[in-house]
DNA sequence: TAATCATAATTGTCCTAGACAAAATAGTAT
DNA sequence: ATACTATTTTGTCTAGGACAATTATGATTA
């Protein structure tokens, strides 16, 4: 039995959002404490999970609202099969809950491969299982968060915080206030440091005022961002224009993440959603050969 | 001029609160796009950092709002002047912007040091500094968040995750979700770890649902949870009474952080606000010598 | 058939203004 | 000084309304 601002955070949805719904819907259905305060019991919370998850495969609430508790569940499964990850390896991994052998194998794994190739045939994977485990509800959250803990953890020891002098370019690359999702921006980070760029990868969320004067002061040539399907498209519009606007024309502005469109058009803004268009867009924007 | 959503973010006052101050206080007092939604100029946005500031130091918005924005900027200096910090390394640290620098110190002084010694004689001092610059406006939050970031990092590498099996006892430190402070829990795990304890440093914030399942399926001996500041003392309370709740009693909770009273008095809950009283905890909790 | 555009529906965030429990302060008695 | 009580103060909740921005739908044209 939690309050409205709990389930907020235990489910990602606006205190906003959550009212609109019960108003428009009729869900959630939560009882009343003595003081007429919302009180959601556990089953609605679950509920409220696979709700969320349907709207980030895409779906509208009105359809979503529009089935019932098991058509959602069943909708949820459909689409987990057709997604079945080939990698034995990347399954093994996403179900072994031991820290320990987690980091090990994953160790092993970057040793064997060299960064790139981790990168791109395990990270990856790794964190696809991960989320489709996660909207599966096969994985618990708890172990999602546990293994994409390790993996952040050893993926950020590959960032050569020595060679930022040397580089030619550095790039500064940050999530804002509000976006917590920083592991396909750290992948970004060292593909591009695999390119021969400096990559200054900043852990802690900025609030959006403070990400210009930090790009000067370090003297980067381009900031990236990346927005999560968490975050809310229209922010994301707003904060890259605000962005944008308060930043010199020098410093280019790279954007990625499920919640940037290619609509964004802007001078000196590039849009990159894909891992693999990162060498092609560090040769147009410093063509250094 | 930014809306309310994102003035609650940079300033991290919850977007009621920024409602019904200007409601009460006359303050905020933001000028009304076409829809009449509220926008904010940045003076305003400063001037609510400094009103922030002040209630973290222990103000109440009552006495905060009596005086003139003058007065408030005083009141912030007066409190940085007591707290000189005698230690011009770290000063030196908080000053240096680039980052090969700051890590390449700190590593530095970390050798030099020892880990334990280097918490006490670095890390906290560096951290107080950092605390003290943002509240004094010496330091940007820009700044302070690269060099904690930094040092983050440094630290984080000294968690030795391969011992975890041989320790006689294994901890879980992690924050709630929400909570983004997690330098003061990493080294409290830090310095359980010096005790001969496993620690398991969980970076991602939790829900409170998944924290229980988590400890198990670790088998922890006990699980601990940071509240800083910024965490409403109210919600710590109830996470705790939840937490204690629905864990086994034989997995001890451990709970530290500004937000946390000594008056949150349960079976089983031991709060932890000082780092010079981790090993006397840790005998009393695990009389493993 | 596919692409373009105007129209309609949907969605999430903002609005006002009132209520109240929990926390903090002040006041009183032990 | 300490404990206990009364009085502020504070932040979070409530309801129900409004509307811009996004998405879906249908009509029209190439």
Same mark, same amino acid.
Request: glycine fraction near 10%; charged fraction near 40%; proline fraction near 10%.
């Given at each position: 039995m939690i309050n409205i601002q709990q389930l907020s955070l235990e489910v990602s949805i606006g205190v906003d959002t959550l009212r609109i719904w019960e108003r428009r819907?009729?869900?959630?259905n939560p009882e009343r404490d003595s003081r007429g305060h919302r009180c959601y019991p556990d089953e609605q919370v679950e509920e409220l999970r696979v709700i969320k998850k349907l709207q980030l495969l895409g779906l509208q609430p009105n359809k979503i609202f529009a089935l019932s508790a098991l058509e959602r569940k069943d909708l949820l499964q459909q689409e987990q099969a057709d997604e079945g990850s080939d990698n034995v390896f990347v399954q093994q991994l996403a179900a072994e809950l031991n820290p320990t052998e987690i980091d090990h194998a994953l160790r092993r794994l970057l040793q064997q491969l060299g960064l790139e190739e981790f990168i791109h045939q395990a990270a990856v994977p790794l964190i696809h299982v991960l989320d489709h485990g996660w909207a599966n509800n096969s994985i618990s959250i708890a172990r999602e968060h546990l293994v994409s803990d390790r993996l952040e953890s050893l993926l950020k020891e590959?960032? *050569? @915080?020595? #060679?930022l002098e040397t580089a030619l370019h550095r790039l500064l690359f940050l999530t804002l206030s509000? #976006?917590?999702? *920083?592991l396909g921006l750290l992948l970004s980070a060292l593909l591009f440091q695999q390119q021969g760029l400096g990559s200054i990868f900043l852990n802690e969320e900025l609030p959006l005022s403070e990400v210009p004067p930090l790009a000067e002061a370090l003297g980067v040539s381009a900031v990236a961002v990346s927005f999560s399907a968490h975050y809310p498209t229209r922010q994301a519009k707003k904060d890259l224009a605000s962005l944008r606007n308060s930043m010199?024309? #020098?410093i280019k502005l790279i954007a990625g993440g499920y919640?940037?469109? *290619?609509?964004? @058009?802007?001078?000196n803004l590039f849009i990159c959603s894909?891992? #693999?268009?990162i060498p092609s867009l560090c040769k147009k924007l410093f063509h250094d050969n």
């Open positions: 819907y009729g869900f959630p590959q960032l *050569k @915080i020595g #060679e509000g #976006e917590r999702h *920083k010199t024309p #020098e919640a940037v469109r *290619k609509e964004f @058009i802007m001078p894909e891992l #693999e268009k």
